[in-house]
């Protein structure tokens, strides 16, 4: 049998969750192509290693990774485990399929996207998501990437959009039961401070401010989380990829080449990991954990092998020491708090 993981309040609500989960947006095929034969082994090895905790979005992808999610859990008992999914995007017919491609997507299917935060669009989004993923229900939807640098001239509009419409939507599924809390999608620490205050939330999906490299916004916005209640989900625990591969030429930071600063400062991590003899992916995966706010965390995997080094690193045994010399050398907040 797995290791059980331990389970941490969402929020004010009674709803629950594992501290590791899994994050499908890799099934959408950012970086690389991924086979249908290896997306099912990930999600099944997910599953033979306890994972419980399922994230995705209409985003990743275009549908592609919901298809996938749903497809790799459709038959596993649903009282078993729990499923998160996005609204803010509805997907679409292309204007020219013959010549549609995505900018974003490596792969994905072919599909176009727009932002809609109305009342309408959540609903349309939160049906066109179960009709994807197989399944009738939902545990808990997320606000996605309502930031201004996804959303340029338009941000303004859209967060009154979601103001005094979309929240509507969310808070009417959460009443009816459809849904047992309500998130929104962070990526920047100025959005952790002044989009997710907008409406009442029970967490935060935060995919980059807060990690292993960076806590710039310890005592902004994830204190504010505390203060209000706020439970955080970490999304991208290895910071896009740099805190799992380690420096070097190829590593990945905040979904782009890391630059020299941030390979230097992980340097000096790799430094203290071979001191304590500590592997980078676990510090990194049982540090944000340490925060009071944080609930749960749900790193990527393409392949079964990923699934089971990140289960493997969420269990390692990591000294005290190994924490206090982090700080002593100034790698991360002396204030942050630590396992």
Same mark, same amino acid.
Not at 240 to 255: E, H, K, M, P, R
Not at 275 to 291: M, R
């Given at each position: ?142 606000? =996605? ?33 459809? @849904?047992?809390? @309500? ?35 310890? =005592? ?55 001191? =304590? ?63």
């Amino acid at each position: 049998m797995p290791k059980e993981f331990e389970r941490r309040r969402v929020g004010q609500t009674a709803m629950t969750v594992p501290t590791f989960g899994y994050g499908a947006a890799h099934l959408g095929e950012l970086y690389s192509l991924v086979t249908e034969a290896d997306a099912s082994a990930t999600i099944d090895a997910a599953w033979d290693a306890g994972v419980r905790l399922f994230d995705t979005a209409p985003w990743y992808g275009l549908g592609l990774s919901e298809h996938r999610l749903g497809y790799g859990l459709r038959h596993r008992p649903r009282n078993e485990y729990q499923l998160v999914t996005k609204v803010g995007r509805i997907l679409e017919r292309p204007f020219d399929p013959s010549t549609f491609k995505s900018e974003m997507w490596l792969g994905g299917l072919p599909f176009q996207h727009r932002y809609d935060y109305t009342y309408d669009g959540v609903m349309r989004s939160y049906e066109q998501s179960m009709m994807r993923l197989g399944l009738n229900t939902i545990d808990a939807l997320v606000i =996605h990437d309502l930031d201004a640098a996804y959303q340029g001239p338009d941000f303004g509009y859209r967060k009154k959009d979601l103001v005094y419409s979309g929240i509507k939507a969310l808070e009417e599924l959460k009443r009816r039961g459809e @849904i047992k809390a @309500i998130g929104m999608g962070i990526n920047t620490a100025d959005a952790l401070e002044t989009v997710a205050p907008l409406v009442d939330l029970d967490f935060v999906l935060v995919a980059m401010p807060y990690t292993l490299i960076d806590q710039g916004c310890l =005592h902004t916005g994830m204190a504010e989380c505390v203060k209000r209640k706020v439970s955080v989900v970490i999304g991208s625990p290895f910071a896009s990829g740099i805190l799992v591969t380690g420096s070097g030429g190829s590593a990945n930071y905040n979904y782009s080449k890391a630059p020299e600063a941030v390979q230097a400062k992980v340097r000096g991590i790799e430094a203290v990991c071979k001191a =304590h003899g500590v592997a980078l992916p676990a510090a990194a995966l049982q540090f944000v954990l340490a925060h009071p706010a944080v609930v749960s965390e749900i790193p990527g995997a393409v392949k079964p092998s990923e699934i089971v080094e990140n289960v493997a690193s969420h269990h390692a045994p990591i000294p005290a020491g190994f924490w206090s010399d982090l700080k002593t050398e100034g790698l991360i907040d002396k204030d942050a708090p630590t396992p």
